[in-house]
Antibody
Framework: EVQLVESGGGLVQSGGSLRLSCAAS????????MNWVRQAPGKGLEWVSY????????YYADSVKGRFTISRDNAKNSVYLQMNSLSAGDTAVYYC????????????????????WGQGTLVTVSS | SSELTQDPAVSVALGQTVRITCQGD??????ASWFQQKPGQAPILVAY???NRPSGIPDRFSGSSSGNTASLTITGAQAEDEADYYC???????????FGGGTRLTVL
C-alpha cells in the first residue's frame, strides 16, 4: 500500500524557516516524480514544487521561487521542502503527492497525474 | 502560466446526474485529473486521463474532455459525494502544474 507521511509543520514567526519531510513507503520511491501542494485555510489547492525521480529536474511556483527548496533522498525514501523567508501568505496545509503516468498507445499520449497524497502537515506563520 | 476555471458551486438532487466542468488552455494539450476533497481530509484522485478511474472509485464517477474543457460527471449522485472537487493539469509550459479553484458540490 502506498503511504506518504508528511512531518515538520508547526508555528513559525514571519521571516523564519521550516523544513518539511515526506516519508514514502509501499512503492519504489526512486522511480517516481514527487510534488508539494499546499492549501491555505478555507482556500483551494495550490501547486508548490516538483522534483524528478533522480532529483535532476526541479520546478517551483512563482509564489515560492527563491524562498523554497525541494530535494529528495532516494536512499531514505523521502522528499523535503526547505522553506525560508516565510510570511503569513505561506500559512497552509502542505501535502506531498506522487505522480503516476498514463500512456495511450493509440494516440501516443503520455501524461502524469497525482495518484497518491499524504495526509498533510500544517504550517502556520505568525506575524 | 495557465489557469483552470471551475464554477464555485454546483448542486444536484440525490440520485441525479451532475457535471462539473473545468476550462483552460492547457486542457487542449493535457488531460485533466479530478480530485475529491471532504472537510479535514486530503484530496483523493477520482478520475484522470482520457477516461481512467483509480481502483476503488465508484463507476458513477467519469471524466471526459473536449477542446479546452474537461468534465467530471457523477451519474446517480449519492449523499457521500458531497465534497469539493478540483481539476488539475500540467501547465501549458509542460513543466509545472495548475489547479482549478474548486467546485463545491451539494447533494440535495
Amino acid at each position: 500500500e502506498v503511504q506518504l507521511v508528511e512531518s515538520g509543520g508547526g508555528l513559525v514567526q514571519s521571516g523564519g524557516s521550516l523544513r518539511l519531510s515526506c516519508a514514502a513507503s509501499g512503492f519504489t520511491f526512486s522511480s517516481y516524480e514527487m510534488n508539494w501542494v499546499r492549501q491555505a485555510p478555507g482556500k483551494g489547492l495550490e501547486w508548490v514544487s516538483y522534483i524528478s525521480s533522480s532529483g535532476s529536474s526541479i520546478y517551483y511556483a512563482d509564489s515560492v521561487k527563491g524562498r523554497f527548496t525541494i530535494s529528495r533522498d532516494n536512499a531514505k525514501n523521502s522528499v523535503y521542502l526547505q522553506m525560508n523567508s516565510l510570511s503569513a501568505g505561506d500559512t497552509a496545509v502542505y501535502y506531498c503527492a506522487r505522480e503516476g503516468t498514463v500512456y495511450y498507445e493509440t494516440s501516443g499520449y503520455q501524461g502524469n497525474y497525482f495518484d497518491s497524497w499524504g495526509q498533510g502537515t500544517l504550517v502556520t506563520v505568525s506575524s | 502560466s495557465s489557469e483552470l476555471t471551475q464554477d464555485p458551486a454546483v448542486s444536484v438532487a440525490l440520485g441525479q446526474t451532475v457535471r462539473i466542468t473545468c476550462q483552460g488552455d492547457s486542457l487542449r494539450s493535457y488531460y485533466a485529473s479530478w480530485f475529491q476533497q471532504k472537510p479535514g481530509q486530503a484530496p483523493i484522485l477520482v478520475a484522470y486521463g482520457r477516461h481512467n478511474r483509480p481502483s476503488g472509485i465508484p463507476d458513477r464517477f467519469s471524466g471526459s474532455s473536449s477542446g479546452n474543457t474537461a468534465s467530471l460527471t457523477i451519474t446517480g449522485a449519492q449523499a457521500e459525494d458531497e465534497a469539493d472537487y478540483y481539476c488539475n493539469s500540467r501547465d501549458i509550459s509542460g513543466h509545472t502544474w495548475v489547479f482549478g479553484g474548486g467546485t463545491r458540490l451539494t447533494v440535495l
